[in-house]
């Protein structure tokens, strides 16, 4: 029985999930350095021990109503097809264990975030979690043009 190790972060009333070797770290928000005519969901850039790594809100990718910032809010360092970029968060929630029987497909509409963004939806107990498919997110002109 195969079983998936992921970190689960919160973005509202909803809970997400990442693979865990996809993520590098997870660091408090830092000064963010805007960019001028980047895509709107890319807030800018931060320095990471010499990196310069793009940071996406997956509120403004996802069609979300932006809030405050709070102490529980983090970037969750990931790394895509050999690049690392932040995704701002509203709180890491925790790493936790799935069997891939508790994973279904993604339903066609999800709280009307496009469906191509989402690899399945995890059950634990009571509790959905929104499985990102991190590929499909940050692909296009966050990949190709960010270092």
């Not at 972060?9 to 909803?14: C, D, P, T, V, Y």
């Not at 709180?91 to 891939?100: D, F, I, M, P």
Request: hydrophobic share 45%; net charge negative; aromatic share 4%.
């Amino acid at each position: 029985m195969a079983v998936e190790q992921l970190v689960t972060f919160s973005l509202g009333a909803e809970e997400f999930g990442v693979d865990i070797m996809r993520v590098k770290e997870i660091i408090r928000i830092p000064a963010i350095t805007r960019v001028p005519k980047a895509p709107d969901f890319v807030e800018g850039v931060i320095n990471l021990r010499g990196i310069i790594i793009p940071v996406v809100n997956l509120r403004v990718r996802f069609g979300m109503p932006s809030v405050e910032e709070t102490d529980l809010s983090r970037i969750v360092v990931i790394q895509v097809d050999g690049k690392a970029f932040g995704v701002r968060v509203d709180g890491v929630t925790e790493v936790l264990r799935l069997e891939s029987e508790a994973i279904e497909p993604p339903p066609t509409v999800v709280m009307g975030m496009d469906s191509k963004y989402i690899r399945g939806v995890g059950k634990i107990g009571d509790r959905l979690l929104i499985l990102l498919n991190l590929n499909k997110l940050m692909s296009g002109e966050l990949v190709n043009g960010a270092s």
